[in-house]
């Protein structure tokens, strides 16, 4: 059976057909024809890649799939009251993933700094208002978070006022809480770098009544992470979007308890006298997170894996046959959780630096960006490749090797 996506696409090459198109109104028909191409990174000169590096901001993140880009798309051409798609899409979402509510936010740091704007205002519009200017107001300016987890991304907390306070012990956590205590921030990424882990950390919330809240931004998979910490307790949840979701870049998910969901809807657009006034996301970006969430969640995941590992073991049986060339492959257990190719050499026999490959490779045709670099090693991901790239990756990571060779 065609899938509805490759019956639109054979359907709009119809042209009289063309006006049904996905129910489209008859009025966008013109709109709904292929536009014609238009090579605009070439025209800007802009370098593309092939990314054997992972889900980076600074490379863009992630590519979406074809029904993300439809719902983009689809949600471009029509007007709707953004508050009313922020509700509907975002009550859908919820149910997807175990929490009272949810919003579509421009990433999994906006998300922060909305939840934490809700908890602190509640629904009084006069101290949304007030953000980030707290003293004076009443309004409670402390974040407690775990020296591991204290990140740059804490930037998002504090971008609220409040003030972050750093613990390491859970008896440094009761005598941190005190009136002007806010939230418990916990950093999923790093769990096993502090001392608390995740559910000592929501009794000890529970216990004094003070919300927690958990940045799984990078980690999915596995997808059953999207609802285990709002199963667990914690009052809000922040994830990107456009990471292993491949979702839109500039979206994430903040899920969480219906007070603070609502609470933080007051700080984000269409409002402005708020700090979330530019934190904007439209009707494209919920209607493509939506569907990139929907699609991740209905993922045969397994299936995925075993593809993951297959060019993996692709690439790494391809550069292994270079003399004093050796390989390992490692899953990071907590985030950008994905097989993790080492590929690492004698600098004896090749004279060539992690960075001058890593250099080597972009500069190639075509440019590849592969991951961190060491003196004699660099880091390959295959999560991010289109398929048939881990072959194009194997071989001239082995041709740049074997030219080093001494
Ligand atoms: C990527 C990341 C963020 C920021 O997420 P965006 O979706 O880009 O806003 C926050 N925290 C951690 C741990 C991350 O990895």
């Not at 070439?42 to 600074?58: D, M, V």
């Not at 029904?67 to 798609?85: H, M, P, Q, S, T």
């Not at 939506?290 to 550069?319: G, P, Q, S």
């Amino acid at each position: 059976m065609l899938s509805r996506r490759k019956l639109i696409k054979r359907l709009s090459s119809v042209p009289i057909l063309g006006g049904l198109v996905g129910g489209l109104p008859l009025s966008l028909e013109a709109e709904a024809k292929p536009a014609p191409k238009r090579d605009l990174f070439k025209e800007f000169g802009i370098r593309t890649f092939i990314n054997a590096a992972g889900t980076l901001t600074y490379m863009t993140g992630s590519l979406m799939h074809d029904e993300v880009l439809d719902a983009i798309n689809y949600g471009a051409k029509e007007f709707c009251l953004l508050d009313e798609i922020q509700d509907k899409v975002g009550a859908k979402i919820a149910q997807m993933v175990h929490s009272e509510a949810a919003v579509v936010t421009s990433g999994a740091f906006s998300g922060m700094t909305l939840g934490l704007a809700g908890i602190l205002t509640g629904m009084d519009q006069k101290k949304v208002e007030m953000l980030p200017h707290l003293a004076g107001t009443g309004m409670k300016t402390e974040v407690i978070c775990q020296k591991a987890h204290d990140i740059v991304y804490n930037h998002a907390l504090t971008n609220t006022g409040c003030k972050i306070v750093v613990v390491e012990t859970a008896e440094d956590v009761e005598k941190a809480i005190n009136e002007k205590t806010a939230l418990m921030h916990f950093l999923h990424i790093e769990a096993d770098k502090g001392k608390i882990m995740h559910e000592e950390w929501v009794a000890l919330g529970k216990k004094h009544n003070i919300p927690t809240s958990i940045d799984i931004a990078a980690d999915v998979p596995p997808v059953e992470n999207l609802w285990k910490f709002n199963d667990m307790g914690f009052h809000f949840v922040v994830i990107s979007g456009g990471k292993a979701m491949r979702g839109p870049q500039s979206a994430g998910l903040l899920m969480g308890k219906k007070s603070i969901i609502e609470a933080a809807r007051l700080h984000m657009p269409p409002r402005g006298f708020n700090i979330g006034r530019g934190m904007k996301v439209n009707k494209e970006e919920i209607f493509g997170m939506y569907v990139a969430l929907e699609r991740f969640i209905n993922e045969d995941h397994d299936k995925v894996w075993r593809l993951w590992e297959e060019n993996t073991a692709y690439v790494e049986n391809t550069v292994k046959t270079v003399n004093g060339v050796t390989t390992s492959v490692h899953v990071p257990p907590l985030g950008n959780h994905t097989p993790t190719l080492r590929i690492s050499w004698d600098p004896a026999r090749l004279r060539i630096t992690g960075k001058d490959l890593q250099e080597a490779l972009r500069k190639g045709d075509p440019s590849i960006e592969v991951g961190g670099s060491g003196p004699s090693n660099i880091g390959v991901t295959v999560w991010m490749m289109k398929p048939g790239q881990e072959k194009i990756v194997a071989r001239r990571i082995k041709e740049e090797l074997t030219k080093a060779a001494v």
